[in-house]
């Protein structure tokens, strides 16, 4: 279990949405509200862009509680993003607080050739994040499932242990080698695609266990994002909240700029009091957020085999 | 602020307490019910003696919160000691997460020579441990007269920046050269006449200023713990747990053992619900532990000068 | 690539051996001699027992280099054990420098219930520690063929993405489910079989890629190590010390203590210079520390499939 | 004893200088060639400036060593700088590593209220950047002196045990309440007269001990950086770079740009080789980098009290 925060917008300073908003991310990670347990601090990670710099993303993480992390204190009002996703973790018991498993995770290998004469699908699997608040039902034998139905090439970038690792590389598994430059419509459909494999899976393994996928996906333009449970099991909160600007101080409003700059908030509780700005995701839906911050808002029906 | 436990009884493995109780300093560290923030997620620290094999304490601290730290974990369970204390830190604002701002702390340099032809007071300090729970009113000009106040090799032995660890220093202090091998009542003296320079330093500073003091202080032998607050500030609260053992599934009473081998534990919250082991410590009271395991509560009075 | 050093004999204090030899494992983290890159700082780790308190082992892993580990400084002097193992990590291109990958490794699924109604299987895993010097030739091949030969039980024992660890979970597999407390044979014919399974993939795999196994693994009673590699692959280096007592400043002598007390080191490199002591284990050779301290050397042959 | 380097020029990514050179400050962590011992491993840091978007450096410590801080691998390829320090450190004995002792410092106070109404010194001290190879003869007494004669906002911004904060308090002090947006001139004449301090305490305490003084030190603007040891200690190793470019694959050239653009390092070690590029700065000479790039090197001449 878990909290997450992307945001997609015009640019700001990372510390801002970071840090400021009552109940910020680094808040969630003492105090969150929507869950049973408040406490979410084995671990964080903040990945962000710069696409004029790079088409992939910056990624600290660290095995340290987001809110003693001063590192990130003391670099976040230098870094401008206009897009970027925080994760604070909750270990499930049994699995380990380590750097590599925080979130969010990155595709690719994790080799660090730069300028090595890369293959495009391994450049393009580094542009992704991503992050899950959730755990798979019967995450042990799924994962071992998930492992054995990879593709060599996303199966060897899995470093960690998580159920949320194995549930990336099925997204890329689904992205396959063809999609290097994937649309919003090809992210959207991996992620379903892959939820449709997990679920799957999960069921010939335990019909009675339950999954929550709150999964968010981006390639630095466009972000994917799902609210889902098994049926019979809750979901985890997920929340959008839309504003012509976030910054600090300057006045929220709910409707979108006309001019199409608008700014889009994906996180799993609402970072301050606004009911004008923010909705919560129904169950069993997902949020997408186009390039140009077109928010859309879908049901999720799953196709599973048997 | 912060949480913490002692015990001083028969020997026992360590992480019979450490983990198991219902409301173990573990489950404090996430829950603290007696503070207003439940979180003591900064870091923590658990010294122990195995006095047949050395007077020096073992120490292991880490920045990672205590829930998580799975060398523990490992290692507890092979530790037998009949006397350790462990703490849980929630850092002050502006005091930083380092593995030297833990508690508990060691007298002495921190050196590292074993067999070195050490000082015999240095050798003295070495066997102490001391921690804190609190914080000292004006904390920040009062370290300043503090470290004025030392004799260079107590001050040298300040690797840190916490306001506890001042502490500790005046406490060295007071025991001084000549005390090689402290009483208990040499303890109790050195704790109270610290006490009275620090509240003396405070109010020279700032007389509206207050300073919780909730010390903890061993030689391995004996303990000295209190339960003190500038009058007008609220007190951090203080148990004594007494029972013929605190082995798990044991049967507790509140009787001490009549053949003298009763096990104390002093903790900021008692660690399960039972009414014939916990007692409160009343507001500016100290409590002492003697070698043989009898335990006194005694008020604590300074007389401040000027 | 890494150092290592096994002890198994009377019982001393851990930090006698750990920090005080000349080329302590402390030394070979900095100054490694028998290897090109002399620098081994990518995490440590200690694992060691106490067969009166408990079968299993403790066990204290950091990311840290092992010559800043201030806390096994401060716990070993305590500590007294009859057989430990001590690991420093060079961590291979790509792989990450994370706790869980630090060695030595013990078997079990790492969760924590210390009295839950353990299996037999579990419950005997966790009795075991290993570490391993060198790389599996073609490794990330070779490791997903290792998870699809392994059973459930040793494959979700897997936490880390290192190879070693996945050489030891083939190890338990071999052991199986029926050597629950396995005689110094059963260990020796588990690393047998298992480094013929590694050799037979990593053929399979690649024909040209060349195999390092320093393997080292022990139950708490007896140890099995090898000094292996591939045909037309430079093995890592490996010695094995024997003397009446290791305690620092005793008279050191190669000949075994007449009643059977004698000590055994098999270590990387020879921990200070001492022809009497030290003897080289030849390449492609076994050495075996029985329960009572009988040391043999003996050829390693593998029958390759195919 | 430690190793830096110092980046004043046109911008450019941060990972560039940090990771690509032959001899770049990550192999300096491992190889150093200029000191006895090669191994500078004990936590790094880096700091830099954009000074479009804040006067105050961003800053990033860490207790691991350089070469494994996979945050920093992906971060830095994000980050354009055209001024950034880096410093590798090999702890003094007796020394802890924390991340509070690694450098860069930055001034200031810690705390972290970024719009607080901030006194406008404490605004400015945190604007500046320094960093230490070497140390200060006696340095236990004269930290001990140099607290004493601080004026408390610089005494209150000391937070960990080294000398090298020690002395950057030292400088601040000398910069004094009034110099609020100090000119080259006003840093330089800060270090210089700090260096008269440091060196005037330690001839106080230990006529024979020496002090070794390779000080960098930036406000975001201007560089000033000393090499400096007591007459009879060995200096350590100091280097100026210039070409009219660092960018890899870039054609060096010794002679700066017409333009003013040049590019120059401060490094303790020369990144590559290139005999063109690199000189080495005499003993007890000090170098500046002005705002335009101008490099000056001078002799140090102090001028000590009795």
Same mark, same amino acid.
Request: proline share 6%.
């Given at each position: ?38 406490? =979410?601090?084995? %671990?964080?990670?903040? $990945? ?14 660290? /095995? ?10 003391? /670099? ?5 993003? +206009? ?7 909750? !270990? @499930?018991? %049994?699995?380990?607080?380590?750097? &590599? =498993? ?21 450049? %393009? ?31 060897? %970038? ?5 159920? +949320?690792?194995?549930a ?6 689904? #992205? ?6 994937? @649309?919003?419509?090809? #992210?959207? *459909? !991996?992620v379903h695609a892959a939820l449709e494999r997990l679920e799957?899976?999960? !069921? ?7 999954t929550?996928a709150?999964f968010?996906?981006?390639? $630095? ?5 799902t609210?889902y ?37 994906? *996180? ?18 997902? /949020? ?12 999720i029906?799953l196709? &599973?085999? $048997?």
């Open positions: 279990m878990c909290r997450f925060v992307a945001y997609h917008g015009p640019p700001m300073e990372l510390d801002e949405l970071l840090y400021r908003p009552d109940h910020s991310i680094i808040d969630q990670s003492m105090h969150a509200e929507e869950r049973r347990e408040p406490l =979410n601090g084995d %671990g964080w990670g903040v $990945g962000w862009y710069d696409r004029e710099r790079s088409p992939e993303p910056a990624l600290h993480k660290r /095995v340290r509680p987001a809110w003693n992390d001063d590192n990130m204190r003391h /670099v976040s009002p230098l870094i401008e993003t +206009s897009l970027y996703f925080a994760h604070v973790r909750a !270990a @499930s018991p %049994g699995l380990s607080v380590q750097q &590599l =498993n925080c979130h969010p995770f990155t595709g690719g290998t994790g080799l660090h050739e730069r300028d090595a004469d890369l293959d495009p699908v391994e450049r %393009g699997r580094r542009r992704l994040l991503f992050m899950h608040n959730g755990t798979l039902g019967a995450h042990r034998e799924v994962i071992r499932r998930v492992r054995e139905s990879l593709d060599d090439e996303f199966y060897f %970038g899995i470093h960690g242990s998580t159920d +949320s690792e194995h990336f590389a099925v997204i890329q598994d689904e #992205l396959g080698r063809d999609v290097v430059d994937p @649309s919003l419509d090809d #992210l959207a *459909a !991996a799957t899976f999960r !069921a010939e393994v335990d019909e009675e266990a339950g929550q709150n968010c996906l981006t390639d $630095g333009e466009s972000i994917v994002a609210r449970a098994t049926p019979g099991t809750a979901a985890q909160s997920l929340y959008v909240g839309e504003a012509g600007s976030f910054e600090s101080g300057g006045e929220f409003c709910s409707t979108p700029d006309p001019e199409g700059t608008a700014a889009t908030i994906v *996180a799993s509780e609402a970072l301050f009091e606004n009911d004008r700005v923010w909705r919560a995701v129904p169950r069993n839906h997902r /949020v997408t957020v186009e390039p140009d911050g077109t928010v859309s808002i879908d049901p029906e196709d &599973l085999a $048997g």
